[in-house]
């Protein structure tokens, strides 16, 4: 079983950043994929970035240049550093672990941009 929690969510203005942790315990395989996906109020969950255990990343186009995903040392973190918010960045922000065919979900943090 695996137990994700982030931090790092809060209200920031336009143009501000922010740093978003997730922090994974259990049982974690040496192969994964781990992640950040958001929802919005009456949107669908989508993915934000994902970086494997070898450090390939992938980002949204709605992000790319402004977003940065990396891990944390002990390979169990992961961080996202989010540039140039922009009030459409606002949603509930997931972290998501994938090891083989199953995912796991963080609770979830609020990332809230003013205008």
């Known amino acids: 079983q695996v137990h994700l929690v982030e931090s790092g969510g809060g209200l920031v203005q336009a143009g501000g950043s922010l740093r978003l942790s997730c922090s994974a315990s259990g049982s974690i395989f040496s192969i994964n994929v781990m992640g950040w996906y958001r929802q919005a109020p009456g949107k669908q969950r989508e993915l934000v970035a994902s970086i494997t255990n070898s450090g390939s990343t992938d980002y949204a186009d709605s992000v790319k240049g402004r977003f940065t995903i990396s891990r944390g040392s002990a390979k169990n973190t992961v961080y996202l550093q989010m540039n140039s918010l922009k009030p459409e960045d606002t949603a509930v922000y997931y972290c998501?672990?994938?090891?083989?065919?199953?995912?796991?979900w963080g609770q979830g943090t609020q990332v809230t941009v003013s205008s």
């Open positions: 998501s672990l994938l090891q083989s065919t199953f995912r796991s």
